[in-house]
């Protein structure tokens, strides 16, 4: 247990996942898209919340978050992942022409390693 800083209860440390040696990380994909013109937060919201129940069914995923750049000429995703094979299933050939035609840019993908996450009440290491 690590106490937390400030607030008062403790937080729990969630065990490390291991696979012999070697410690299992989540995998955080970030997407981003330029857009051929801006997208008022209001358009970018209503886009959004129209696909967002298909990603509630993707094996893996854990959570993502929609990103809309401060010009509105950006779009995108940050992904949390239980494994990088799960994340690159998604990024496939299709997906990423869905969200060229809908956009009007590929998409680029960035996959990273997260050995540690933090929430508000607990630390997730693995």
Request: glycine share 6%; charged share 25%; with cysteine.
């Amino acid at each position: 247990m690590t106490p937390k800083a400030d607030r008062g209860p403790l937080l729990e440390l969630a065990s490390t996942c291991q696979s012999g040696d070697s410690v299992i990380v989540m995998i955080v994909a970030i997407v981003r898209f330029s857009m051929l013109k801006p997208m008022t937060l209001e358009e970018a919201t209503a886009v959004f919340e129209s696909s967002a129940p298909s990603y509630q069914v993707v094996d893996g995923l854990r959570r993502k978050h929609y990103l809309l750049s401060e010009d509105r000429m950006t779009a995108g995703g940050v992904y949390l992942w239980d494994s990088r094979a799960q994340a690159e299933r998604l990024y496939d050939d299709a997906w990423r022409t869905k969200l060229a035609a809908r956009y009007g840019a590929p998409p680029s993908v960035e996959l990273f390693d997260s050995p540690v996450t933090v929430d508000r009440d607990v630390i997730t290491v693995g």
